[in-house]
């Protein structure tokens, strides 16, 4: 009876779902499209003779585009604007229609626009005798249309000659130039060349030089599909006034800085009631002082009786920027002389204090939680835009298996223009696996970043201290764990951790192509242990009963931790996206140490991991838990792999939707008595791989995502050793409650 029930449930919201889904799909997509007019349903470039340019790259050259599709082929934000009805002025509607997205409406006349767009394009990448023609088919209002190209022969470049009247000019389009003799002829490298050479003279001191002043001329009278290239002055700037050319090949230096720390003044250019000057800086103020003068200095590289320096120039826009107590920055050069420029830096101010609060509640396998946090942050403590935080939360939750869960922590952090960080923190756990524990925390961290676009972090923790004290065990958790023949005993004892690491972080995202593909990459090395290991070593220190070294009486921890994760954005449009994830994770104890503290220890599982299971309850490799709270401390590793695939979608508004499927599992590095199955071997790792799939739904208000995802177990290691069910299908019994999971979080897991 309790299976018939099941099934009943599941095929009631199955039909609910598809009611739903048929309601939308089947709405007349044509419903308001006028008499005589065509829906534009489909649009496609094909270009029939070359492969250096993809018919899909070209479709940003189109001036008319369909609806936006879901998964590609469901038009859904089209099918809820056809659920209106009657007058539009009503709510309902209004709604509706901000919802929705209007037909779009075939013109032939846009069609023209995106042959001859097209035809540019092609001219542009070299084809010269590119042909573009279109293709058009109807059915029942709906129209298609294929942009057939012909691309023809590409033009190749003969010979480039560079004809500039300044010799610096000349010595720097030449050197290193990107342009080639034997190359296809490309216009966006052209614009490239000209955007290199304009801001190398700007690096130089040429401050009124610009890219549109310098011209290529092409000449492709040879009937062999070749081009003769030439870069000269623009026409126009060769019949400017002497005075103008004068002032373009001028070098420029700094005379002197500006500073205004009130946008007000600025805007007036009004004297400031409170004016400090210190050399050949003038700082301008208004009530009180936003910053330290030597912060707004050190943080400044346009240095008075320099030239000119474009470089410098976006640097500082970068560092001061950067600066918590600083709105925003804008930086404009006045001329001062024949030869000299003020460079005025207007400083807006920001809120300098901030207060976070937040409430979290969890439902994950029938545990439910609560969770309430708040944080302050001033990000100008001293006037020298040191930023501190302090940061409070507290979080309960009730375990369907018995027991209680309490976690209480504590954080203030001190972070220095210069990027050094200091921190403290105190974490407080009653653990429904009988323990107390509580961890207290200090560390010392430097921040860099670097590349262009600072697209590189590096985040160097060059020391970090943890005490970890268990103050309360049970006597059935002491029995169970802390036995001297169980090595995973040295995780629930009292420890000591002194580590430092290293953390690279890297994202080619950029905010000015958001439809562009993107990756990001992060690496991470930590170790622990081994200066206190080599001071002990070399005075020979006492060992406790266990054979280890101890500080203070406290055994330490020494290992050597390491992680990588990679993932990829395929972008297909605003709507469509698909993300690819893989993480690994290794931790090998040594020296001091036969295991690996808990607290750093890898767990799988939850809605950032394989989502078909709750987290910390996956593995390791096969074992499978007893799903006693006790047991609950088992489900831990050394060893981490995750592999996701997840395609998102925009539905409508803030609404998102995604498909999933998630891979991965934890195993330990050595084979462990109370973890049976666990080991990592590389003649069964892929046999223990856990694999889940789902669907999840999103609320993306920009500044937070709120995330629910359902999982559901495909191949559920855990059971090979056992029932031989690995693969859970309806024929080996999938249930809600043990193969299928809910997660509840804040941003999108990877």
């Not at 960080?421 to 860099?448: C, D, H, K």
């Amino acid at each position: 009876m309790r299976k018939l029930g099941i099934m009943w449930t599941r095929l009631k919201y199955g039909a609910i779902l598809c009611m739903v889904l048929l309601t939308l799909v089947g709405c007349h997509t044509t419903k308001f499209v006028p008499e005589g007019k065509y829906l534009l349903n489909k649009d496609k470039v094909c270009i029939n003779d070359t492969k250096a340019v993809s018919g899909e790259s070209m479709k940003k050259y189109l001036r008319q585009r369909p609806n936006t599709t879901i998964m590609g082929f469901w038009k859904l934000q089209l099918d809820i604007w056809n659920t209106q009805r009657g007058d539009s002025a009503k709510w309902i509607n209004r709604q509706i229609r901000k919802l929705g997205e209007p037909p779009e409406i075939y013109d032939s006349i846009q069609t023209q626009a995106s042959m001859v767009q097209l035809k540019r394009a092609m001219d542009n990448k070299g084809y010269f005798s590119s042909e573009v023609d279109t293709t058009i088919s109807i059915k029942e209002q709906k129209l298609n249309i294929t942009y057939d190209i012909t691309a023809g022969e590409p033009y190749h470049l003969r010979d480039y000659n560079i004809q500039l009247p300044h010799a610096e000019l000349s010595q720097i389009a030449s050197f290193r130039s990107g342009i080639i003799p034997g190359m296809q002829f490309d216009a966006d490298v052209l614009d490239e060349e000209r955007q290199r050479i304009t801001n190398i003279m700007r690096t130089r001191g040429y401050y009124y030089f610009e890219k549109d002043y310098l011209h290529f001329e092409a000449d492709s009278a040879f009937g062999k599909r070749v081009i003769d290239l030439k870069l000269t002055l623009h026409e126009y700037f060769e019949q400017a006034p002497d005075s103008i050319k004068e002032k373009v090949f001028t070098k420029y230096t700094i005379r002197d800085v500006v500073f205004y720390t009130n946008s007000a003044i600025a805007e007036e250019n009004s004297q400031a009631p409170d004016t400090v000057r210190k050399g050949d800086y003038t700082y301008l103020y208004a009530g009180r002082k936003l910053l330290r003068e030597g912060v707004l200095r050190r943080r400044c590289q346009i240095v008075p009786g320099d030239n000119y320096n474009q470089r410098k120039v976006e640097r500082t826009y970068t560092a001061l920027n950067a600066l918590g107590p600083v709105k925003y920055v804008s930086i404009a050069f006045v001329p001062a002389g024949a030869d000299s420029l003020t460079c005025v830096v207007v400083v807006s101010r920001a809120k300098i204090h901030g207060v976070t609060a937040e409430v979290e509640g969890t439902f994950s396998a029938g545990d439910w939680g609560i969770a309430a946090g708040v944080g302050y942050t001033n990000r100008n403590l001293f006037k020298g835009a040191e930023e501190l935080s302090l940061n409070g939360r507290v979080a309960y939750e009730w375990r369907q298996n018995g027991g209680r869960a309490l976690e209480a922590k504590a954080e203030a952090g001190l972070k220095f223009p210069t990027n050094v960080r200091l921190n403290v923190g105190y974490n407080y756990q009653q653990r429904p696996e009988e323990f107390t524990r509580t961890i207290a925390n200090a560390g010392l961290s430097y921040i860099l970043t670097s590349g262009r676009r600072h697209n590189w972090r590096h985040t160097f923790t060059l020391l970090d201290i943890s005490y970890v004290y268990l103050p309360w065990i049970s006597d059935r958790f002491r029995d169970e764990f802390l036995q001297p023949t169980n090595i995973l005993k040295y995780s629930y004892e009292d420890h000591f951790i002194m580590d430092w690491s290293y953390a690279l972080s890297y994202s080619s995202y950029r905010k000015n192509q958001p439809l562009r593909n993107y990756a990001t990459f992060g690496l991470s090395v930590e170790t622990a242990g081994n200066m206190l290991y080599g001071v002990s070593n070399l005075f020979h220190l006492p060992q406790n009963e266990g054979g280890k070294y101890e500080i203070f009486k406290i055994p330490y921890a020494q290992y050597v931790k390491g992680d990588i994760n990679f993932t990829y954005h395929q972008i297909f449009n605003k709507a469509n996206r698909l993300v690819y994830h893989a993480a690994l994770g290794v931790a090998v104890p040594f020296g001091n140490a036969d295991v690996i503290p808990f607290e750093k220890r890898y767990f799988a599982g939850g809605a950032n991991s394989v989502r078909g299971w709750t987290i910390r309850s996956l593995g390791p490799g096969g074992y499978r838990g007893t799903g006693d709270r006790i047991d609950f401390n088992n489900q831990s590793g050394d060893i981490k792999l995750d592999l996701n695939l997840e395609y998102r979608l925009k539905l409508v508004w803030v609404l998102e939707m995604a498909l999933f499927t998630d891979a991965g599992n934890i195993w330990t590095i050595r084979d462990y008595p109370t973890q049976p199955y666990g080991q990592f071997k590389f003649t069964e790792f892929y046999k223990q791989l856990a694999w889940s799939y789902g669907i999840g739904l999103r609320l993306n208000f920009d500044f937070f995502v709120f995330r629910v995802d359902f999982g559901v177990k495909l191949h559920d290691p855990s059971r090979t050793n056992y029932d031989g069910k690995q693969w859970r299908t309806a024929a080996n019994g999938l249930g809600w409650k043990d193969d299928m999971s809910l997660h509840f979080a804040i941003g999108y897991p990877f």
